[in-house]
């Protein structure tokens, strides 16, 4: 059933528990997500996005406990991704002539995913559409994350409907930020900043700054993902302003995977030299075989630098690293140091190959890394540590 969040404007979404991965599985979700759509009540009846495919048919049996589908007078799509999206066609078979506004990349996602030519209303930054007391403001944002995104700003209300943006796949009935455990939901705030938006940083200062400039009042917004913010909603713009402007905690973090152990040995002993040096830094080592590629991207976007380690394989690394590579390579991160390490028997090319990708991918590497033969003894234990400690004192 829906839930109210003011006189006008009620929640029509759908909580989604048992979900573990998301976009295929290019990303975690061990908190799960939501699904959040909107519907307005004014002279004019809105609903603002709808929820992912596998939950139409519940929520448009759910919606018509709330409104007779036919007084519905627009639908305003912020973003045409099928989580947010996918609701619609089963909706449309009900209302079929019922105007969609989106931006005119929205109506061709639409018509990519579902190849119906439905009555689309092209919008553009700064058009309003009155629905009463109320009007709703358009404001483009693409790359955030897609290149269709809209936000919609309600007058009266103070509502922003940011869709993606200062969102977190988080399940939770409370609804509210300010219900729920302050520290989880910034850390899977700054998870799925980290994971999804990261490449886009210099978007996202830039239309903030651009919303800022409009001075709109602001008591909520109404994200597509996880919590509304109402208890200082402008908490979660601060937070991204700060992340998206080359953001580091005083964290290294450590990424190896190992085949008989001396990889992993190499990287507990380089983490050993770091802490003589700096007994305040956060160090964490992940093995990358093992540990969630997701919650690796995040420590990765905390830290100022790493160390990727492997050892050689097939005149190369191993396979895991490789995607972790990959990974790291389209998160486009900025202001950050690296370096590359690892064990090998017959050939030592991996250390080498790591470093390359590392500054292919906007890291600063500060050495040409470490290669020991075998499995470390005393001698090269010390090396490690020595290379732990040379490359926090470069920090």
């Given at each position: 059933?829906?839930?109210?969040?003011?006189?006008?404007?009620?929640?029509?979404?759908?909580?989604?528990?048992?979900?573990?991965?998301?976009?295929?599985?290019?990303?975690?979700?061990?908190?799960?997500?939501?699904?959040?759509?909107?519907?307005?009540?004014?002279?004019?009846?809105?609903?603002?996005?709808?929820?992912?495919?596998?939950?139409?048919?519940?929520?448009?049996?759910?919606?018509?406990?709330?409104?007779?589908?036919?007084?519905?007078?627009?639908?305003?799509?912020?973003?045409?991704?099928?989580?947010?999206?996918?609701?619609?066609?089963?909706?449309?078979?009900?209302?079929?002539?019922?105007?969609?506004?989106?931006?005119?990349?929205?109506?061709?996602?639409?018509?990519?995913?579902?190849?119906?030519?439905?009555?689309?209303?092209?919008?553009?930054?700064?058009?309003?559409?009155?629905?009463?007391?109320?009007?709703?403001?358009?404001?483009?944002?693409?790359?955030?994350?897609?290149?269709?995104?809209?936000?919609?700003?309600?007058?009266?209300?103070?509502?922003?409907?940011?869709?993606?943006?200062?969102?977190?796949?988080?399940?939770?009935e409370l609804l509210y930020n300010d219900c729920v455990d302050e520290a989880e939901?910034?850390?899977?705030?700054?998870?799925?900043?980290?994971?999804?938006?990261?490449?886009?940083?210099?978007?996202?200062?830039?239309?903030?700054?651009?919303?800022?400039s409009f001075n709109l009042p602001l008591d909520m917004i109404c994200t597509s993902?996880?919590?509304?913010?109402?208890?200082?909603?402008?908490?979660?713009?601060?937070?991204?302003?700060?992340?998206?402007?080359?953001?580091?905690?005083?964290?290294?973090?450590?990424?190896?995977?190992?085949?008989?152990?001396?990889?992993?040995?190499?990287?507990?002993?380089?983490?050993?030299?770091?802490?003589?040096?700096?007994?305040?830094?956060?160090?964490k080592l992940f093995h990358c075989a093992k540990d969630d590629k997701n919650d690796?991207?995040?420590?990765?976007?905390?830290?100022?630098?790493?160390?990727?380690?492997?050892?050689?394989?097939?005149?190369?690394?191993?396979?895991?690293?490789?995607?972790?590579?990959?990974?790291?390579?389209?998160?486009?991160?900025?202001?950050?140091?690296?370096?590359?390490?690892?064990?090998?028997?017959?050939?030592?090319?991996?250390?080498?190959?790591?470093?390359?990708?590392?500054?292919?991918?906007?890291?600063?590497?500060?050495?040409?890394?470490?290669?020991?033969?075998?499995?470390?003894?005393?001698?090269?234990?010390?090396?490690?540590?020595?290379?732990?400690?040379?490359?926090?004192?470069?920090?």
């Amino acid at each position: 059933m829906g839930k109210k969040l003011t006189k006008k404007v009620t929640w029509v979404g759908k909580v989604d528990w048992t979900l573990n991965t998301f976009h295929g599985e290019e990303l975690s979700t061990h908190k799960g997500t939501s699904y959040n759509s909107y519907l307005i009540k004014d002279q004019k009846n809105v609903l603002i996005d709808t929820v992912w495919r596998p939950y139409d048919k519940e929520f448009v049996r759910n919606l018509k406990k709330e409104i007779d589908l036919d007084k519905i007078d627009f639908i305003v799509v912020n973003h045409g991704e099928t989580d947010h999206s996918g609701a619609l066609p089963e909706l449309m078979r009900e209302i079929p002539g019922t105007p969609i506004y989106c931006t005119a990349n929205g109506i061709k996602s639409l018509k990519g995913h579902y190849h119906a030519d439905w009555n689309f209303v092209q919008v553009k930054t700064g058009q309003e559409l009155k629905i009463g007391e109320s009007n709703l403001i358009f404001v483009e944002a693409p790359m955030l994350h897609w290149p269709d995104t809209m936000f919609t700003y309600m007058t009266g209300e103070n509502i922003l409907f940011s869709n993606d943006a200062f969102g977190q796949h988080y399940a939770t009935e409370l609804l509210y930020n300010d219900c729920v455990d302050e520290a989880e939901l910034f850390y899977e705030a700054m998870k799925y900043y980290a994971n999804i938006l990261t490449p886009f940083s210099s978007q996202v200062i830039k239309k903030i700054k651009e919303v800022q400039s409009f001075n709109l009042p602001l008591d909520m917004i109404c994200t597509s993902h996880g919590v509304i913010w109402r208890d200082r909603p402008e908490q979660i713009i601060e937070r991204y302003l700060s992340w998206a402007d080359r953001y580091s905690e005083n964290q290294i973090t450590v990424i190896f995977d190992t085949m008989w152990d001396s990889t992993r040995r190499m990287a507990e002993l380089i983490a050993e030299g770091i802490r003589n040096i700096d007994k305040n830094v956060t160090i964490k080592l992940f093995h990358c075989a093992k540990d969630d590629k997701n919650d690796i991207v995040t420590e990765v976007f905390k830290s100022k630098a790493i160390l990727v380690g492997s050892p050689a394989v097939n005149n190369g690394f191993l396979y895991s690293i490789g995607g972790m590579l990959e990974m790291l390579r389209g998160m486009k991160f900025k202001g950050k140091k690296a370096a590359a390490f690892g064990s090998y028997g017959w050939s030592g090319e991996a250390v080498k190959q790591i470093g390359e990708h590392l500054s292919a991918s906007g890291f600063e590497l500060i050495n040409d890394g470490l290669r020991l033969t075998w499995v470390p003894d005393e001698k090269a234990a010390e090396e490690c540590v020595l290379f732990g400690e040379n490359f926090a004192k470069t920090l």
